[in-house]
């Protein structure tokens, strides 16, 4: 059982006779409307700094205490929740994401490196959406209070052949040099007012990127941790580490590689 435990430049002083009032008002009307077409238009949300997380995910040089709590996987620090089951997913011979499965809910957490000045979550949210929709899925962007994040309907085939869709949402959040994405599935993903618990695992998730050179989108790869209790009932199937989908499948009810006991 674990517990879980801006600056804006002054603006000068117009002088008096610098800029007529109606000037001043067409001024202000125009930057509004083009403010909100930059919150409205997908394109415009590429390529911008990392937003400011004042809640998390968080980076290992942001808290005194970041292994405090949490299950130490190497590149990620996953806070604990009594009840919850771990399990590790491979790509090859490397642990790239990690899986909390609690009840019948789960989120699947998986960490990129990323530019030190641009945030990467926007590009790949449109990658996403435009895979799942290109195999027929059904893709919505929304704000929560994660931020944007996707809610998707992802084509599965089915035990008897035929075609179906599993509900999941994918979350993001861009950190200093790093990305961190999360896909919440099961009942948290088909009843929003059920993914609190799950959103917090996501906010007080620590990254360790550590110092090496990474090309942008690597994955950071995982470790298990040295008192972990390893059952493998089947391996996930190894994915391309360039893909938004690194890490394998999103179904987090198959079974992989699990840490079933951590003290």
């Not at 202000?28 to 700094?49: F, I, Q």
């Amino acid at each position: 059982m674990f517990r879980r435990r801006k600056s804006e430049d002054a603006v000068e002083q117009l002088a008096e006779d610098a800029i007529s009032a109606d000037e001043t008002a067409d001024d202000v009307e125009g930057s509004v409307e083009n403010e909100n077409d930059t919150e409205l238009d997908p394109a415009d949300r590429v390529g911008l700094p990392p937003a400011p997380r004042p809640d998390g995910p968080w980076d290992h040089s942001e808290l005194e205490t970041p292994e405090e709590g949490r299950v130490d996987l190497g590149g990620l620090l996953v806070p604990g929740v009594e009840g919850m089951e771990l399990r590790v997913e491979v790509a090859g011979d490397s642990i790239v994401a990690a899986t909390l499965v609690l009840g019948n809910s789960a989120i699947q957490l998986q960490a990129f490196a990323a530019p030190k000045s641009e945030g990467i979550w926007g590009e790949v949210r449109e990658e996403i959406a435009n895979g799942i929709t290109s195999q027929g899925g059904v893709i919505e962007e929304e704000e929560g209070s994660l931020g944007w994040h996707l809610r998707a309907q992802v084509p599965v085939p089915l035990p008897d052949g035929t075609q179906g869709a599993q509900l999941v949402r994918f979350v993001g959040c861009d950190g200093p040099r790093w990305f961190l994405r999360g896909v919440i599935s099961g009942q948290a993903a088909v009843h929003p007012e059920m993914a609190g618990i799950l959103e917090e695992v996501f906010r007080q998730t620590v990254v360790v990127r550590g110092e090496s050179p990474m090309a942008p989108r690597d994955p950071i790869v995982l470790k298990l941790p040295e008192n972990a209790q390893m059952v493998a009932d089947g391996a996930a199937a190894p994915a391309d580490a360039d893909s938004p989908y690194a890490g394998g499948s999103i179904d987090p009810f198959s079974r992989g590689p699990e840490i079933t006991e951590v003290h």
